[in-house]
């Protein structure tokens, strides 16, 4: 086996040497990159010095032939072309991508009109240089040498490159005798595969390699623990000595701290919103894209045990309106997931934009782990995650590019809209939908519009690559890297604002589903509070006081509330009870009671507030009927935060997959989990009469 420290032979150095460039290692950390605001600058392309417009690739003999030999009308070249000028890529790029010829047609006959053999790299071949460090007229060529150290150029050749490849093959017959021509994806396959090992790796440890204080991997530092069991000692003595005072003082502290929680909640509700957002759901962006070249955006989609999903997941991202050559769109799955791995490959036959990624089986088997693992490979300036049941809106990579283009540096990410599509379903879904509604629609849209922390919601984050390359990628270890990561953003001075084009998705229709996801969020959002308290001055002088405030005020209105919920009902039952027997003269324990309550009505208002605010009319008539159902549904979010503390110091990273599809439904003889076509549904007065 040759590796990176291969001694190379003499006609590589050569051929290397004969075309200007550096011998580079397949582990280089360089890149390719494109020009301002990720446009390709076509001067290279053509490998001329020219400028683009004057530059006619299609009236040179070389590709004259070439297109007669694909079979192509001249029509459909010169199209190709123009088309490949407005998006910033090669025409060979548009016919492939948009199906117009195959990718293996298109390599046997560039091979043929060049002289020479098609090839594709095979295991044995050890990249010697990579495909980004190619320069013109070779552009995209991988150089690799084998266990004979024999060397292989790899070409895929652009159409506007082949004259200056046909001459520079003339001019060096040893260049040419190396050369072979492959396929883009059968090229892209092989360079992932060789630096799979090493990406698994880092993706593995993360943040806790680089900035071990900013990882999850850990639960509490030292001084955490120490302090966490200082307080624990003074609290068991104070209240040894002082039961009725610390109770009372332990009251009157949540119920100030709920009061602001639930003010914070009211002002986003009532206060003015960004002009993007609105109480009904728009029908698409506005477009502002102009002829301006499209960056490459790329889509992630991390899969595990997604099988029935992954049909539907492949049609909507198809949907998305963004051109095939400029789209990458890669479906992370677990390696030993063999049937959503199978599932994936099927539907995306054929598809020059899709890759199917497999991360190898390894712990901590997490969503951040598998992002991690495809972040280095990731070509795109743009990146935007989904999850496997997502459906998001055609136009919200358009909306997403226009509004960055119009933003400063400081923006580095957006948060489209998470839509629930089947909130009529159930009292469960029906609150759920109330809920997201609330707050990707209200409440994180007043967040953006005054620069203040924001949870991320795990999907349809649209990210630039270089900002999320420069902050450390995902915390492999926490199991909300979510919120993690916009914290992380926020602290880095960067800023995250809100689209308006949604994603649709399914809330889960049973509360055995609903318990583990909600489990996991909860003891996510206290490792993220865990983590970025393990220093809470330096905090402080990050986000500024007014931030630092509202930071808490996030973590604690969702992690304390569900936590003292149950304790804040029993406390009011029993009041009532003890003011009740007692005929009302204890006026210490009225006053609390009418606290207490006012604290409940005054939640249960802002979540009410927060809809209206988020959700439209046609949306919210279904749900209606379930308000009175919502303090049943805080109760369940108790019981999945409790079982999320238990689970922080037991398994902390495990994480409890959420089923999606028919997996999620809650009546076992829904149609819908019937897997094979229904062709004997019988009318009821066939069946009456019995008739077939």
Request: net charge positive; with cysteine; aromatic share 10%.
């Amino acid at each position: 086996m040759v590796g990176a420290s291969v001694v190379y032979s003499v006609d590589v150095v050569e051929s290397l040497a004969a075309t200007g460039r550096k011998i580079i290692s397949p582990g280089s950390s360089e890149r390719p990159r494109r020009g301002p605001d990720g446009l390709v600058d076509l001067q290279k392309i053509s490998g001329s010095p020219a400028v683009a417009e004057s530059f006619e690739p299609l009236s040179e003999p070389v590709v004259k032939a070439l297109i007669s030999r694909l079979g192509l009308s001249d029509d459909e070249a010169r199209e190709a072309w123009a088309v490949a000028r407005r998006n910033g890529t090669d025409i060979a790029r548009e016919l492939i991508f948009n199906g117009r010829i195959s990718e293996r047609d298109y390599a046997h006959c560039v091979a043929e009109q060049l002289g020479l053999g098609f090839e594709l790299p095979q295991k044995n071949d050890e990249v010697v240089a990579a495909t980004g460090h190619a320069t013109p007229p070779f552009t995209g060529a991988l150089w690799t040498c084998d266990s004979r150290l024999e060397t292989k150029i790899f070409l895929r050749p652009k159409i506007e490159q082949l004259s200056a490849i046909v001459r520079a093959l003339q001019e060096r017959p040893l260049l040419a005798r190396n050369c072979r021509v492959a396929t883009l994806s059968a090229i892209r396959d092989i360079e992932a595969a060789k630096s799979d090992d090493d990406r698994f790796a880092k993706a593995t440890l993360s943040l806790s390699a680089a900035s071990p204080e900013k990882s999850a991997r850990a639960v509490l530092t030292g001084w955490q623990g120490f302090a966490m069991g200082a307080m624990a000692f003074v609290l068991v003595w104070w209240v040894m000595s002082s039961f009725w005072q610390v109770a009372m003082t332990f009251h009157l502290l949540s119920a100030f701290c709920f009061i602001l929680w639930i003010c914070l909640r009211s002002v986003a509700a009532f206060g003015r919103q960004d002009g993007t957002i609105a109480s009904e759901l728009k029908s698409g962006p506005n477009k502002g894209g102009g002829t301006r070249p499209a960056p490459i955006y790329s889509v992630v989609v991390a899969l595990h045990k997604e099988t029935e999903v992954v049909a539907r997941l492949v049609s909507a991202l198809d949907n998305l309106k963004w051109p095939k050559s400029c789209l990458e769109v890669f479906l992370v799955c677990e390696a030993d997931d063999h049937a959503t791995v199978a599932l994936c490959r099927k539907h995306t036959e054929g598809k020059l934009q899709y890759r199917v990624i497999l991360v190898p089986p390894g712990n901590p088997r997490t969503k951040p782990k598998a992002l991690n693992h495809v972040l280095p490979i990731v070509a795109g300036d743009f990146l935007v995650l989904y999850d496997a049941e997502d459906e998001p809106h055609p136009g919200q990579l358009e909306e997403a590019y226009d509004r960055y283009r119009a933003s400063d540096a400081r923006l580095a990410c957006l948060q489209a809209p998470l839509v629930i599509r089947n909130g009529d379903r159930n009292w469960l879904t029906s609150i759920f939908a109330m809920e997201y509604a609330g707050l990707f629609r209200a409440f994180l849209p007043w967040l953006a519009r005054h620069r203040l922390p924001i949870p991320l919601g795990g999907t349809s984050n649209h990210f630039k690559v270089a900002v999320l390359r420069e902050v450390g990628g995902w915390d492999s270890h926490n199991v909300t890297e979510d919120a993690d990561l916009g914290m992380r953003l926020k602290r880095a001075g960067y800023d995250i604002e809100t689209i308006s084009s949604p994603t649709l998705e399914d809330a889960p229709e049973t509360v055995s589903v609903w318990v583990p996801q909600r489990t996991r969020w909860l003891k996510g959002w206290v490792q993220t509070y865990a983590v970025h308290m393990r220093h809470p001055m330096l905090l402080m002088r990050e986000l500024g006081v007014k931030r630092f405030v509202v930071f808490q005020l996030l973590f604690h209105g969702m992690i304390t509330a569900a936590l003292l919920l149950p304790l804040a009902f029993g406390l009011i039952g029993f009041t009532i009870w003890l003011q009740w027997s007692t005929g009302w003269e204890r006026t210490s324990a009225t006053a609390l009671l009418v606290l207490d309550l006012a604290i409940f009505v005054g939640g249960y208002l802002s979540f009410l507030a927060l809809t209206l605010r988020g959700m439209g009319t046609s949306e919210l008539r279904p749900c209606v009927k379930w308000l009175p159902f919502v303090p049943i549904y805080w109760l369940c979010v108790s019981v999945a935060a409790y079982r999320g503390l238990f689970q922080l110091f037991k398994n902390p990273h495990a994480w409890e997959k959420t089923a999606h599809g028919l997996a999620s439904r809650a009546d076992k003889l829904d149609p819908r989990h019937r897997m094979e076509p229904i062709f004997d549904i019988a009318v009821p007065g066939e069946l009456r009469s019995g008739q077939r």
